[in-house]
């Protein structure tokens, strides 16, 4: 059953997949939803512990800190087999008594020298993605003043669950297609997925290069009379995500996933459809909002990875070494924004750290 308060949560939180600045107060209310007091929206290297992402109401010193030091001891990230490790590695809800007992954590260098500092009792780990051996997740702590995550938390979490995952994947999908953007109009051709906006009727609002390069190379997936079809869904799957996504009322809007297959030997598209709205994006404007992203395994990429715009201003500044905030104030952006640029480049551009992204992005320039 949902309530006033799960359709304001999950309106800011699709939200978010299209302004990341809305991430911060999307991860303030799910930690107030949850009795929690501050979270970190992360991707961590399971090897070494390193990794970057963005905090809400915890100190921005405690993630310097981390990066010099606690990282590499933090015993909810560094793994002995880290290949083994995510091998085994599946999406679900963890407490940091899943990793180690209260005992043997209270005599722990990392709970006592960097958690217990910060006020945090208690953790939960909702796991969102996995790349490679980097772990992406979204932690939510509790003060001493209160009781350890329980059951309870842990049940309520998991309604959740999905729309987190799915809004975290719509983020990362948007970002690397370029739609996430204010210039619109003045964007090249992205690599990546497939990107839909579609009003709440179905109607086909935009669509991103990639999604008219794929339109034309496969007839899975066509736009007709205005509205994306799949004429191979005879079980109507496609057409009922779109529907549930854009129902009038944001409690009984729902999202998905699916995949396309075709008749012949080409690999079967993967289709994700999600819900959003929001009131910050002239894209968007004040009407409801249903995104498809769609992914073709089988199309041809290139091995240059292509930077947005934002993300090529960003990581210039970087290698000018300006800080975040110094790049948030040039770029006019947040300095969220500017982590969520710098770290998106540094992805694409398969670097472990800032450093090497500017070193690859200078090197590609000079070829």
């Known amino acids: ?94 407490t940091d008594q899943d990793w180690l007992p209260r005992a043997e954590l209270a005599r722990n260098e990392y709970y006592n020298d960097f958690m217990r500092p910060q006020d945090i009792q208690s953790a939960m780990i909702i796991r969102l993605a996995a790349h490679g051996l980097e772990v992406c997740a979204l932690t939510v702590n509790r003060p001493h003043s209160s009781e350890v995550f329980g059951a309870g938390e842990i049940r309520r979490a998991e309604r959740y669950h999905g729309h987190l995952r799915r809004a975290f994947r719509l983020t990362e999908r948007l970002a690397d297609s370029g739609l996430a953007e204010d210039e619109l109009e003045t964007r090249h051709a992205r690599a990546g997925d497939a990107v839909f906006l579609l009003d709440e009727e179905g109607r086909v609002r935009r669509m991103n290069r990639a999604a008219e390069d794929l339109l034309a190379r496969r007839d899975d997936l066509r736009a007709v009379a205005g509205r994306l079809i799949a004429p191979g869904d005879g079980s109507g799957r496609l057409a009922a995500l779109i529907g549930g996504a854009g129902a009038a009322a944001m409690g009984a809007r729902t999202g998905g996933s699916m995949t396309l297959s075709t008749s012949d030997a080409r690999p079967p598209l993967s289709v994700v459809v999600a819900p959003v709205r929001s009131q910050r994006l002239t894209v968007f404007g004040q009407r409801p909002t249903v995104i498809v992203c769609v992914s073709d395994p089988g199309a041809a990429m290139g091995d240059e990875a292509i930077l947005t715009a934002r993300e090529r201003d960003a990581l210039a500044w970087v290698a000018e070494g300006k800080s975040d905030w110094e790049i948030a104030v040039i770029l006019g952006l947040s300095e969220t924004t500017v982590r969520f640029h710098v770290d998106n480049a540094r992805k694409k551009l398969g670097a472990v750290n800032r450093a090497q992204a500017v070193a690859r992005m200078l090197r590609r320039r000079q070829v």
């Open 1 to 94: 059953m949902h309530t006033a308060q799960d359709e304001g949560f999950l309106d800011l939180l699709y939200s978010a997949a299209v302004e990341p600045d809305l991430w911060v107060p999307a991860m303030e209310r799910f930690a107030d939803m949850l009795g929690g007091s501050g979270s970190w929206l992360s991707r961590i290297s399971v090897a070494d512990g390193s990794g970057t992402g963005i905090v809400s109401r915890i100190d921005p010193e405690s993630a310097k800190a981390y990066d010099q030091y606690y990282g590499s001891i933090n015993p909810f990230a560094n793994e002995p087999d880290p290949v083994a490790y995510m091998a085994g590695w599946k999406p679900m809800i963890l």
